[in-house]
């Protein structure tokens, strides 16, 4: 039996972080996406696109590793102890590689919409901000209310248009086939 290790998307890519943030650029202004800005957030250890398309304000946050955890400080084989210099490269090297892997995403986001899969609104829903949700994104509110939605048991049919609105979990099922 043949087992394959889980390599991150554009492990050992040799793609500057730069050339990354073009391709988003690129991929922004073909969405129409205006006021478009790139930044990073060094205590956070997050970097952050945010952009405003038809008057709406959006927001994707790119979480970035600690450079100081402990799978940049040792080797991964053999867990030897790298010096500055070789922390340092592994780090830019994942972020490297998260870059890349926010740039396919986002060219597959304007892809699907160009093909008729979905909207371009749609794609971008989960980063839009919130005009009274205290700069949270749609996605980062429904976070917030997920769990709440669910202890209480309230979900609605899984098949758009087939039962009456939202059912108790477990409501409705007796067993029986």
């Known amino acids: 039996m043949t087992t394959t290790s889980k390599r991150p998307y554009a492990a050992s890519t040799s793609v500057g972080i730069g050339r990354s943030k073009e391709e988003i650029q690129v991929e922004l202004v073909r969405m129409n996406a205006s006021k478009r800005l ?5 205590e956070a250890h997050r970097a952050v696109v ?4 038809a008057g709406v304000q959006y927001r994707i946050t ?27 490269e592994a780090w830019v090297q994942d972020c490297m590689e998260r870059w890349r892997a926010l740039a396919a995403y986002v060219k597959a986001l304007r892809v699907a919409a ?3 899969i979905t909207t371009v609104e749609r794609v971008l829903m989960p980063f839009a901000v919130g ?3 205290g700069g949270r994104t749609v996605t ?10 669910y202890r209480q048991g309230m979900l609605p049919p ?5 039962g ?4 108790q979990i477990g409501e409705g099922h007796d067993g029986a086939e």
């Not at 402990?70 to 102890?81: E, I």
């Not at 899984?158 to 087939?162: D, E, M």
């Open 50 to 53: 945010s952009f405003e398309r």
């Open 140 to 149: 980062e509110w429904i976070e917030a209310q997920l769990p709440s939605a």
């Open 131 to 133: 005009p009274q949700s």
């Open 164 to 167: 009456e609105g939202p059912k």
């Open 158 to 162: 899984l098949l758009p248009g087939v």
């Open 62 to 88: 790119l979480p970035l590793a600690d450079p100081d955890a402990d799978r940049f400080q040792r080797t991964p084989a053999r867990r030897f102890q790298r010096d500055p210099k070789q922390v340092r």
């Open 114 to 116: 160009e093909a008729g």
């Open 38 to 42: 790139f930044y990073d957030d060094d």
